[in-house]
């Protein structure tokens, strides 16, 4: 079965810094690879989505995921955070077919003046 | 366009009292979803949708109970409500056909539920 792990319940940094959230994946089959934010009593939203297209995504808002399959990897980026991005980041994988997806368990982003 | 609209927005509940959640969607979407969200463990899928008429269980089913009538309509049943689902929920769509598993779900706002 697939999954994903979230390292880092919270990641703190200070706006104009770089923003690294990481997420690690299992799947028995090439994945289909998601991240999406969750504002403050909002619903989630799609930041970006790998589907084998190209290893290097970019989303919207700046931010962007390289997959790595040598790492199992789906690390989220942005070069320079804004006190706007913070927020509940969730990364979600999905091995195909029916989008049955299987969230992490998520990372606040907090950001400092 | 509204997109994934819940009702109600708060509830609270007593022990053994029963509601219904309420989710639509105007995206014309095949797939709809329940899940709900509690801290530190992200979303887990309660039940699932493919389409009219049709449900299944996802990863934490037990105590609720759902139903497809119309394919805009998905609703979340709780029989006897038991403070071990206070928690958010929230309903999500998808897809409009079989080759839709990179297509982004799309949320409601949630439903946060208190049960005492």
């Known amino acids: 079965a697939q999954s994903v792990t979230q390292l880092g319940s919270h990641v703190s940094v200070s706006e104009g810094a770089l923003v690294l959230l990481r997420c690690n994946y299992s799947?028995?089959?090439?994945?289909?690879l998601f991240w999406y934010v969750q504002y403050p009593n909002q619903g989630l939203q799609l930041l970006l989505k790998?589907?084998?297209?190209?290893?290097l995504v970019k989303g919207i808002n700046g931010f962007e995921a390289e997959f790595k399959k040598s790492e199992t990897s789906f690390h989220l980026t942005k070069p320079s955070a804004h006190m706007s991005d913070a927020a509940e980041y969730f990364c979600?994988?999905?091995?195909?077919?029916?989008?049955?997806?299987?969230f992490g368990t998520g990372t606040r982003l907090l950001v400092s003046p | 366009n509204a997109g994934v609209t819940q009702t109600p927005k708060f509830r609270v509940l007593k022990t053994g009292q029963s509601m219904t959640l309420l989710c639509a969607q105007d995206?014309?979407?095949?797939?709809m979803y329940w899940y709900r969200q509690d801290p530190g463990m992200g979303l887990r899928l309660i039940h699932y949708?493919?389409?009219?008429?049709?449900?299944a269980k996802g990863e934490v089913p037990d105590g609720y109970n759902v139903s497809r009538l119309k394919k805009q309509n998905f609703l979340l049943g709780l029989e006897s409500a038991a403070p071990s689902q206070t928690s958010v929920y929230f309903c999500?769509?998808?897809?409009?056909?079989?080759?839709?598993?990179?297509?982004?779900?799309?949320f409601g706002n949630g439903t946060r539920l208190t049960v005492t």
């Open positions: 790998y589907t084998s297209a190209a290893t």
């Open positions: 995206m014309n979407h095949e797939y």
């Open positions: 999500a769509s998808g897809g409009t056909d079989t080759s839709s598993y990179n297509s982004p779900l799309h």
């Open positions: 799947s028995s089959v090439p994945p289909y």
């Open positions: 949708s493919v389409g009219e008429g049709t449900t």
């Open positions: 979600a994988v999905t091995k195909g077919g029916f989008q049955k997806l299987v």
